[in-house]
C-alpha cells in the first residue's frame, strides 16, 4: 500500500525485563523489517531514548530541561546504532544520520543524501532527534517524514493498541478510535504526538497509524493496509 514510509519506534520498545536492550526483540525486530524492504519498500526510522532518559525526568532529578533534552539526543544515537546493528545482521543495509554532528560514528542529517540512501534501497535510521531541546521524537519524525516526502508515520506503540479517549490501563471503559482526524486529535486533547507534530503532518497531509508493536507481525500487516489500530489524517471518516 505506501512505498516510502517512516517507522517511529519508541525507546522502550527495544528493551526488556530490567534490560536497556532485548537482543530477543531487536532481533525480531531486524527480520520483520526485513520482510518489508525485500518487497521494495522504502524504509526510514526514527527512535526515541526513553529506554535511557525521559524529558519528565528534568524535574524530578533537579535537572536543567535543556541538559536533559541533550542526554536525551545522545540517548536516540545509541538506539539508532542498536537498530542498524540489528538490521545489518539481517542483511539489510543501513546509514544512520544524526542532527547533531558525530562524524567518527554516523552521517550528519542531510535531507537529499537520506532521500538519495531511500532511493538506493538503503534504510535510513535517524538519530539525535531534531539537534535542538523542547522538541520530541514525535516532532522528529514528523519533521523527517515531511522533508523525505514519506506517505505515513507508522507510530508503533509498546503494549498499546490505537488511540483511546483515556489511558486504557487506568480507565478500561475508554473508548478506542479506529479513525479521527488530526483536528479531532487537537479538540479532544488527546495525547497522541505533541501539537506541534501533529500540526506538521497535517500541514504535510501525512497519515498517521498508531498500533502495538507487541506482535511485531502488525508492522508488515500496517504496510500492507490492513485496518491495524487507529489511522488519523485531515480526511474525516
Do not use: W
Not at 76 to 101: D, F, H, S, W, Y
Not at 107 to 122: D, T
Not at 185 to 205: F, Q
Amino acid at each position: 500500500m505506501y512505498k516510502r514510509v517512516l517507522l517511529k519506534l519508541s525507546g522502550e520498545a527495544l528493551s526488556g525485563k530490567e534490560k536497556i536492550f532485548d537482543p530477543e526483540v531487536l532481533s525480531c525486530l531486524a527480520n520483520e523489517l526485513k520482510e518489508i524492504y525485500d518487497e521494495g519498500v522504502e524504509l526510514a526510522i526514527v527512535v526515541g531514548g526513553g529506554n535511557f532518559i525521559r524529558g519528565k525526568f528534568a524535574e524530578e532529578l533537579n535537572m536543567d530541561r535543556v541538559q536533559v533534552d541533550n542526554m536525551g539526543m545522545l540517548a536516540t544515537v545509541i538506539n539508532a546504532l542498536a537498530v542498524q546493528n540489528a538490521l545489518e545482521k539481517a542483511g539489510v543495509p543501513t546509514r544512520v544520520q544524526t542532527a547533531i554532528e558525530m562524524n567518527k560514528i554516523a552521517e550528519p542529517y542531510i535531507q537529499r543524501r537520506a532521500i538519495r540512501h531511500l532511493e538506493k534501497k538503503r534504510v535510513v535510521i535517524f538519530g539525535a532527534g531534531t539537534g535542538s531541546p523542547f522538541f520530541s521524537t514525535d516532532t522528529t519524525a514528523a519533521l523527517r517524514a515531511s522533508e523525505i516526502k514519506a506517505e505515513v508515520i507508522l507510530m508503533a506503540k509498546n503494549g498499546v493498541d490505537g488511540v483511546y479517549s483515556a489511558d486504557p490501563k487506568y480507565h478500561p471503559e475508554a473508548e478506542k478510535y479506529d479513525h479521527l482526524t488530526y483536528m479531532e486529535i487537537i479538540e479532544k486533547g488527546l495525547t497522541v504526538m505533541d501539537t506541534t507534530a501533529i500540526s506538521m503532518c497535517m500541514d504535510n497531509n501525512i497519515d498517521l497509524i498508531v498500533f502495538n508493536m507487541n506482535d511485531m507481525k502488525n508492522i508488515k500487516r500496517v504496510v500492507h493496509g490492513e485496518k491495524i489500530g487507529t489511522v488519523v489524517n485531515k480526511e474525516e471518516k
